[in-house]
């Protein structure tokens, strides 16, 4: 057998494990994915995922040793050595679990590997201040936009707007994202936008498997600071996947989804922005290329037969029950354990925040929810 069949058939092997345990399987998923790490050893996150089957199985040596081939190839791997020390605690190692979470506690504060130059960090600084127009003292102001439904009430707000933006708005305004901004690429503001940053930082400097994606992108400022996060990097192979359906909310569903009823955003016409757009907007950095992958449709229907393998960021940004909750049923589960879901409208959107709490509850998913600001959320899977 060849080298590329061997990789195929321990990538299927994988998955099928990882299929399995999430059923609760263990025990049949254990041989699988040993099987796995002998036809790929190399597979990002095969000895990792292994290893966290022994553990549960209480196999306890096994899963040392699945861990120690892990780390020897993601030394970097904070994660790695937290589960180890976990597991030498369990066994009694106390110093073997000292000398482990020394080592993750090391890890995670060490400064950043190749790419986290000055210069690159400049960089990621000065898009930063681009994509909110912060360069320019947030002087685009807020979009101006009559709501076709309710033209009177909207004439008000716009009439204030135009108050607010005769005056400039203040500037933490667009630093925490508070405005639909007339010219600037992201409506998410600066704070989230440090976070997407730390995330990103986060999983390549732990060598977490997988890609980055944005569901719901509007004029595409997230997607594009993920992509360049990964230039500044250096980081060749891992793809931004740019999903939404490019024109716009979808109306809500209250029979489906009663809590999305009276948050209809489907008329404004300037959350419709078409894929072409934010290709361009895109290009403007010189950031289109192979390793950006464009999933054009209503989350429904594209992201359950989006060829994505594992992801490392989530990243969910559909403000309704039914965007937020698409999201998470069909891309939580390729998550990498060590990977960040981030929910960009938790504290702002209740119909969101009720689709993330009813999946967490439902798939009992226990780790600690993280305030980035007064909007955004995220947790790192475990
Ligand atoms: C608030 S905007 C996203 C803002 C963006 N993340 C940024 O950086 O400025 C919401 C986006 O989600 C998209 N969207 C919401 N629900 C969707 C669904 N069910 N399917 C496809 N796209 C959806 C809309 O088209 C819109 O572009």
């Known amino acids: 057998m060849n080298h590329n069949t061997d990789v195929e058939l321990g990538a299927a092997q994988l998955h099928r494990a990882r ?103 400049s960089y990621l600084e000065l898009m930063k201040d681009c994509l909110t127009f912060l360069l320019w003292r947030a002087s685009d102001g807020p979009l101006l936009e009559l709501n076709a439904r309710r033209p009177l009430v909207s004439f008000a707000r716009m009439l204030r707007k135009i108050g607010l933006w005769r005056r400039t708005p203040p500037i933490s305004v667009r630093e925490f994202g508070m405005d639909w901004p007339a010219q600037a690429l992201t409506m998410i503001g600066k704070k989230r936008l440090d976070n997407i940053q730390t995330c990103v930082e986060r999983v390549l400097q732990d060598q977490i498997p997988g890609d980055l994606i944005e569901a719901g992108v509007w004029r595409g400022g997230a997607t594009i600071f993920m992509r360049a996060i990964l230039r500044a990097y250096g980081d060749a192979k891992r793809k931004v996947w740019v999903a939404d359906s490019f024109r716009g909310l979808p109306r809500p569903d209250s029979d489906k989804y009663p809590v999305d009823r009276g948050y209809d955003l489907s008329m404004w016409r300037s959350l419709a922005v078409s894929a072409e757009e934010v290709r361009e907007n895109f290009r403007r950095f010189d950031l289109l290329d192979h390793q950006v992958v464009f999933l054009e449709g209503w989350f429904a229907d594209t992201l359950p037969v989006a060829p994505i393998d594992h992801l490392a960021v989530l990243r969910l940004d559909g403000d309704l029950y039914e965007s937020t909750m698409d999201g998470l049923v069909h891309l939580y589960s390729k998550l990498s354990p060590g990977g960040f879901a981030i929910v960009d409208d938790y504290y702002s959107a209740p119909p969101c925040r009720q689709a993330v709490d009813d999946f967490r509850r439902a798939n009992a998913i226990q780790e600690d929810i993280v305030r980035i600001d007064w909007s955004g959320a995220f947790w790192r899977k475990q």
């Open 19 to 121: 299929e399995l345990a999430s059923q609760g399987q263990w025990g049949e998923a254990q041989p699988l994915c040993e099987a796995a790490a002998r036809s790929a050893p190399d597979l990002p996150g095969v000895f990792e995922f292994l290893g966290d089957l022994q553990f549960r199985l209480e196999l306890w040596e096994p899963a040392a040793r699945s861990y120690l081939a892990a780390i020897a190839r993601a030394p970097h791997n904070a994660v790695l050595f937290r589960k180890l020390g976990d597991l030498q605690r369990l066994c009694h190692d106390h110093e073997g679990a000292a000398e482990s979470y020394r080592r993750e506690a090391e890890l995670a504060h060490a400064p950043l590997p190749a790419g986290g130059t000055d210069a690159a960090a």
